[in-house]
């Protein structure tokens, strides 16, 4: 994808097409009939074809397919929007990953609805804010521990007391623990690259970016 969709930097099979819009992206830059969800910072996982065939948006945070024409798609501002695919291209999934969600278990339910070898998809991490401009509280942190204290190296305390937390690398290893280990993306930042994304904490009335995988 070229313009103003990033391209996805992963070795993807040529059926497999992904983009993630920033700031100048129009409808015509995505895929046609392209459907959301209706993201509650959760860990629930639905399919491409629960998502085509519900009248409403679907309360979920992750969408998983593996038909052609299937299309997942999560929106974001600040949070981690998470793509995957199978190495053979034979299933996709899409995942919004916000420390909430990401706590939760959004990624590990994702690859797990994905029914198959975990250790044989591709996952790319989206823009996101960065560590140094993600402030977050003692229950943030405490969160993350108490599923694995290997966790902590995640988290800088700062000056104020409180923590910046880093959201690539704890998708990192939770998609580690889980066989992911074929990772690409990341080291974007939301808040600090105005020109290019939107920002919830820079502007909570701000737009969203798209990050999609769909099957030919």
């Known amino acids: 994808m070229t313009g103003v969709l990033i391209d996805i930097d992963w070795p993807a099979p040529a059926n497999v097409i992904a983009g993630s819009t920033t700031r100048g992206a129009a409808d015509h830059d995505l895929p046609p009939d392209m459907r959301f969800l209706h993201q509650v910072h959760g860990a629930t996982v639905v399919t491409s074809a629960r998502v085509r065939e519900s009248a409403t948006a679907l309360d979920a945070d992750a969408v998983t397919g593996s038909e052609p024409g299937d299309c997942c798609a999560v929106r974001t501002a600040d949070c981690l929007p998470v793509l995957f695919c199978g190495k053979g291209g034979e299933r996709i999934g899409a995942a919004h990953a916000g420390w909430r969600g990401l706590a939760a278990g959004v990624l590990e339910n994702t690859v797990a609805a994905m029914s198959g070898p975990a250790g044989d998809l591709l996952a790319w991490l989206g823009p996101a804010i960065s560590q140094a401009n993600f402030e977050v509280g003692e229950e943030v942190r405490a969160a993350f521990l108490g599923h694995d204290p290997a966790a902590g190296r995640h988290f800088l305390e700062n000056p104020r007391g409180r923590w910046q937390a880093d959201l690539y690398g704890l998708a990192r290893q939770r998609l580690n623990a ?39």
């Open 178 to 216: 889980c066989g992911v280990e074929a990772i690409y993306g990341g080291g974007w930042c939301t808040y600090a690259d105005e020109a290019r994304f939107y920002s919830y904490r820079r502007a909570a009335d701000s737009g969203r970016m798209v990050s999609f995988v769909a099957l030919k």
